[in-house]
Every structure is written in structure tokens, then in C-alpha cells.
């Protein structure tokens, strides 16, 4: 009960001390989380891909519940101030991401056609030969 | 035998009357691959004697020329030929063009609208776009072809054999050069005859093409 109580207290300090946004995001986050995780399990992920999408979803908690833990990344990277430094890696890791999005759909594209055509030529292969027995 | 390619999408206004004067100046093997018409694209060209192959889904021009190919291999072509469905192009410029290739022992022919006066090109057209795709064009082929995504070519089954189109929408025009450079086939220009009474490509069209190829580029 004591317990039970504490951890409501930390929770509401915790959001008390929090900007809407923050919670929202970590909100939206854990909800990525578990989405993952029915991902893996329904096996539409590796465990490699499981593994990174959960570092990337923790990742993305951590610097939003406590935005100056991306200072020592700024000064990595020689860039001004923490949230421009998350904005630039986020911005990167989109355009990769909309990059390989549309390799995929190049592929999938192209194995259309050819399952297209496969059935076209099957198909006037049985015309002919149907032809030819009557 | 000489297998004649039309590849065709909604276009049952003209084809009829393409093929018919395909057959009238003495082709046997005429076949159309309907692309996914809605129209009565198949049902006209069955009236007019052809053999019709059908693309379930529009697949776009390229995919549909490479059906063809890969049909009149398979059914003994020694020469194909890509010709237009909507009767831009004239019949007896197929004529010279098989003698041209069997004469010259040439892998395969393009067309150009260049080479002589025939063709009405609009101004417009013939002095600013075509040179700067030309340009263009040529620069991504690494052929030195006078003219630029002419739909007219005749290929020996060689250069059939070899050439394979990857790219479904209109970028082949240029793909097909290209693989012609890369697998050093015997080429020629041929003198064709190209009348317009519709739209081409036009502008956009060319920046497709060119997002296409880049495309392809960074797949690879």
C-alpha cells in the first residue's frame, strides 16, 4: 500500500515537473514499445530488428524525459545546443528511412511486373496449345 | 520470321486499323500486349487478326515491350520489331528497316526523326526539347543517336536476347541504348517517319524519365 503510493507520488512529481509535450511523446514512445514487441512476437521482426527498435524507442525516452542528456551529444558533434543535435541525427535517420522505404517499393514494383508477365506468357502458352488441339 | 510488337493501353480507336495495315503490307506475326486497357483495346486487335497478350495491371510501356520480347523469343522471332499502337509511325519504314539490318548484319536499328525531312516536328519540339534531351540523352546512353526516345526500333534476336528492359514506365527508351553500348551491339540509325496529330511525352514526361533512371541508379 505504502509502496503503491510512492509510486504514484513519483509518477505525479515526475509529470508535475514535466512539459505536456514530454509526456505525450514518452507516452507515444512506450506505445512504439509495444508495438515492437507485438511485432516480434507475431515474428514480423528479427531479433536484430526487435533489439534496434527497442534501443532507438528507449533512446528516444531518455533524451525526451531529460532533454540535457543531449548536451555531451552537441558538443560531440560540435553542434550548439542538445535539441539541435537530436533534430539533425533525426532528420538524417528519416531521410534513410524514407530511402529505404522506396528501394523496397522499387523492388516490390518490379517483382510485380514480373509476376505480371509470368502469368501473361503462361497464359498465351495455354491459348496456343489449346488452339493447336482443336 | 518477323514478329511486329505493339504495345498498347487504351487504345482502340487506332490499333484496329494499325494492325490491319500491318498484315496489308505482308507482316504475319503481329503482336499486341495490352497493358491493363479498360477499353475494347483486345477485342479490336483480336478483330484484326492479331495475337493479344494481356498484362492483368498496367505495368507501363517498358514491361510491356519486354512481354513482347520475351513472347516472340520464345516463339522463334529472328527479328523483332517495336512499332506504335496508335499509328504515329509508318509501316513501310519496317520495310526498309528489316532489308537494312539483314543487308548490314546490324544487331538492331533505331529510328530518327532526323534524318530526313518527313516528319512535321512541331518548332517548339524540334529546336528546343529534343536537342536538350538529345544532350541529355546521350550523355546517359553513351550512344551518339541524332534522335531521342524514338519508339521505333527493329532488334535482331541477338539483341534481343541481351537487351533486358527493367524499366516498366518510359525510361526503357533510354535503357535500351544504354545496354546496347554496355553489350557492344552493331548499331544504325534508320530514317523514319513520325506523324504527329497527338501529345507526346512533353516536358513532365522527360523529368519522369529522369527520376526513373536516377532511381535505378541508387537501387543498383
Redesign the interface.
Known amino acids: 500500500m505504502v509502496l503503491r503510493f510512492c509510486g504514484i507520488y513519483l509518477w505525479l512529481r515526475l509529470i508535475n515537473n514535466m512539459m505536456i509535450i514530454q509526456f505525450i511523446l514518452v507516452v507515444f514512445f512506450l506505445f512504439a514499445l509495444l508495438k515492437v514487441s507485438s511485432r516480434y512476437r507475431s515474428k514480423e521482426l528479427k531479433v536484430s530488428e526487435a533489439i534496434g527498435w527497442v534501443l532507438f524507442w528507449v533512446a528516444a525516452i531518455l533524451v525526451v524525459a531529460n532533454p540535457n542528456s543531449t548536451t555531451m551529444l552537441a558538443k560531440i558533434l560540435g553542434v550548439g545546443r542538445g535539441v539541435d543535435a537530436v533534430m539533425y541525427l533525426s532528420i538524417a535517420f528519416l531521410f534513410f528511412l524514407v530511402f529505404k522505404i522506396f528501394a523496397h517499393l522499387e523492388k516490390i514494383e518490379s517483382q510485380i511486373t514480373k509476376l505480371v508477365r509470368k502469368e501473361t506468357l503462361g497464359q498465351s502458352k495455354k491459348y496456343e496449345s489449346s488452339t493447336r488441339n482443336s | 520470321m518477323i514478329f511486329v510488337i505493339l504495345p498498347a493501353y487504351n487504345e482502340e480507336q487506332k490499333i484496329g486499323r494499325v494492325i490491319r495495315d500491318l498484315f496489308q503490307h505482308g507482316f504475319k506475326n503481329i503482336v499486341v500486349?495490352d497493358d491493363g486497357s479498360s477499353d475494347e483495346t483486345v477485342f479490336e486487335s483480336k478483330k484484326a487478326g492479331a495475337?493479344v497478350?494481356?498484362?492483368?495491371?498496367n505495368?507501363?510501356q517498358g514491361?510491356a515491350l519486354?512481354?513482347g520480347n520475351?513472347?516472340a523469343l520464345?516463339n522463334g522471332a529472328e527479328i523483332i520489331v517495336h512499332f506504335d499502337s496508335d499509328g504515329q509511325f509508318n509501316v513501310k519504314d519496317i520495310l526498309a528497316g528489316v532489308k537494312k539490318i539483314q543487308d548490314e548484319n546490324l544487331d538492331i536499328i533505331f529510328g530518327s526523326r532526323f534524318l530526313d525531312n518527313r516528319s512535321k516536328i512541331p518548332f517548339f519540339k524540334k529546336y528546343f526539347i529534343l536537342p536538350i534531351s538529345r544532350l541529355l540523352n546521350n550523355k546517359i546512353t553513351k550512344l551518339k543517336l541524332s534522335d531521342v526516345h524514338n519508339g521505333f526500333r527493329i532488334m535482331h534476336r541477338r539483341a534481343a536476347e541481351k537487351i533486358i528492359i527493367?524499366q516498366?514506365r518510359m525510361a526503357h527508351n533510354s535503357e535500351i541504348p544504354r545496354q546496347v553500348y554496355e553489350n557492344n551491339l552493331k548499331y544504325k540509325e534508320l530514317p523514319v517517319e513520325v506523324f504527329y496529330f497527338e501529345k507526346g511525352q512533353g516536358v513532365s514526361g522527360g523529368f519522369k524519365i529522369l527520376w526513373d533512371l536516377f532511381?535505378?541508379k541508387?537501387?543498383k
Open positions: 500486349v495475337v497478350l494481356s498484362h492483368d495491371i505495368r507501363g514491361a519486354q512481354t520475351e513472347y520464345q527493367t516498366d532511381v535505378a541508387i537501387n
